[in-house]
């Protein structure tokens, strides 16, 4: 079967690979759709420490079920599912806590273990989530998910004002899961494009960082107090610290993103008005289920999110010129069939 494989950092290529091998215990799928997204470029560039090569990439899955154990109720072929891309050992600190998104030894596909980008894979059945969803939708979930579980760990509520800071995938869907919870949402960013579809994703403001004055306006919005929660989602020093600076007194602020170098923090903030600094992970089956029913209920833009549906043979020059020009671009999908 054919395959995108990334051979060393800027190159990838669709070659032959072996189809997976029959296994009782997993389900055996006929790939769709695949989305990529920043960390899959990272892979592509060769600058995230645990990719080795070659690799194939793809963690943002649709599917349609083959073959599954006949004892799996709802999992039967011609199925389209979702799938979660984490793996969790069940022995660790995280795990026991009933946190596995954060597991000490998560192997996430396309990362530590081939991924999605090519036409069959296998998957353990508690993996996959079947929905009445468009192919498109289903390859939308996980990369929502993320933000709907940085939502979750900010407890947000109809009470709060959540600021997000970052309107690019992992924002957006933290922008769509604020609203769904009934939140005020004023989304953050530097691209009137981004922000556009941050409105279209539930923000009830939109304030470009560059052309507005960032902290007069959230305290007008906010009634002189500052946003509730405030939101993370782009990874740099300047806004980490502009998290803790704008977040209201006893506040909670969520990092999703990790910056790539060390941040100075004016600390007496974090005590002075007693915050709650909470790190997000990946997400849990809960989010799934969460985003899932999002989109079920038509609340999500879709078609806005989605920039460019390509085929397998157009993944690779898509990876080339998206690694030139990564502003450029809004979510890639990869249509396999
Ligand atoms: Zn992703
Ligand atoms: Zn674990």
Same mark, same amino acid.
């Given at each position: 079967?054919?395959?995108?494989?990334?051979?060393?950092?800027?190159?990838?290529?669709?070659?032959? @690979?072996?189809?997976?091998?029959?296994?009782?215990?997993?389900?055996?799928?006929?790939?769709?759709?695949?989305?990529?997204?920043?960390?899959?470029?990272?892979?592509?560039?060769?600058?995230?420490?645990?990719?080795?090569?070659?690799?194939?990439?793809?963690?943002?899955?649709?599917?349609?079920?083959?073959?599954?154990?006949?004892?799996?109720?709802?999992?039967?072929?011609?199925?389209?599912?979702?799938?979660?891309?984490?793996?969790?050992?069940?022995?660790?600190?995280?795990?026991?806590?009933?946190?596995?998104?954060?597991?000490?030894?998560?192997?996430?596909?396309?990362?530590?273990?081939?991924?999605?980008?090519?036409?069959?894979?296998?998957?353990?059945?508690?993996?996959?989530?079947?929905?009445?969803?468009?192919?498109?939708?289903?390859?939308?979930?996980?990369?929502?998910?993320?933000?709907?579980?940085?939502?979750?760990?900010?407890?947000?509520?109809?009470?709060?004002?959540?600021?997000?800071?970052?309107?690019?995938?992992?924002?957006?869907?933290?922008?769509?899961?604020?609203?769904?919870?009934?939140?005020?949402?004023?989304?953050?960013?530097?691209?009137?494009?981004?922000?556009?579809?941050?409105?279209?994703?539930?923000?009830?403001?939109?304030?470009?960082? @560059?052309?507005?004055?960032?902290?007069?306006?959230?305290?007008?919005?906010?009634? /002189?107090?500052?946003?509730? @929660?405030?939101?993370?989602?782009?990874?740099?020093?300047?806004?980490?610290?502009?998290?803790?600076?704008?977040?209201?007194?006893?506040?909670?602020?969520?990092?999703? /993103?990790?910056?790539?170098?060390?941040?100075?923090?004016?600390?007496?903030?974090?005590?002075?008005?007693?915050?709650?600094?909470? /790190?997000?992970?990946?997400?849990?089956?809960?989010?799934?289920?969460?985003?899932?029913?999002?989109?079920?209920?038509?609340?999500?833009?879709?078609?806005?999110? @989605?920039?460019?549906?390509?085929?397998?043979?157009?993944?690779?020059?898509?990876?080339?010129?998206?690694?030139?020009?990564?502003?450029?671009?809004?979510?890639?999908?990869?249509?396999?069939?």
């Amino acid at each position: 079967m054919r395959a995108l494989v990334i051979k060393r950092p800027g190159e990838a290529a669709i070659e032959n @690979v072996a189809e997976p091998g029959p296994d009782p215990e997993k389900v055996l799928l006929r790939v769709r759709m695949v989305g990529l997204c920043g960390s899959d470029l990272n892979s592509y560039r060769g600058r995230n420490p645990m990719v080795q090569f070659p690799r194939i990439p793809g963690h943002e899955i649709a599917a349609t079920i083959v073959e599954a154990n006949s004892s799996l109720p709802g999992l039967v072929p011609g199925t389209n599912v979702t799938m979660s891309p984490y793996s969790s050992c069940g022995k660790c600190a995280s795990c026991q806590r009933g946190r596995p998104n954060a597991c000490l030894s998560n192997e996430t596909l396309g990362v530590q273990r081939n991924g999605a980008l090519t036409e069959f894979i296998t998957m353990p059945p508690e993996k996959l989530y079947a929905a009445p969803l468009t192919i498109k939708e289903l390859c939308l979930v996980e990369p929502l998910t993320v933000g709907f579980h940085a939502v979750s760990r900010a407890r947000v509520s109809s009470q709060d004002i959540v600021a997000v800071i970052g309107c690019g995938g992992v924002g957006l869907g933290a922008i769509a899961a604020s609203h769904f919870a009934g939140a005020g949402t004023i989304a953050i960013d530097v691209d009137d494009q981004k922000l556009q579809i941050a409105r279209k994703a539930g923000a009830a403001h939109a304030l470009n960082s @560059v052309t507005a004055p960032l902290h007069k306006r959230l305290l007008e919005l906010t009634d /002189g107090r500052g946003p509730d @929660v405030i939101i993370e989602a782009v990874g740099h020093p300047q806004t980490f610290r502009a998290a803790v600076e704008e977040v209201a007194f006893t506040g909670r602020v969520v990092y999703i /993103g990790y910056a790539k170098e060390p941040v100075d923090y004016e600390t007496k903030l974090f005590v002075q008005k007693e915050l709650d600094i909470l /790190g997000s992970r990946n997400a849990l089956p809960v989010d799934f289920r969460t985003v899932i029913q999002m989109l079920r209920e038509k609340k999500f833009p879709v078609e806005d999110a @989605v920039g460019s549906i390509v085929s397998l043979e157009e993944a690779p020059a898509i990876l080339q010129t998206w690694s030139a020009n990564p502003s450029k671009f809004t979510k890639i999908m990869v249509q396999l069939g």
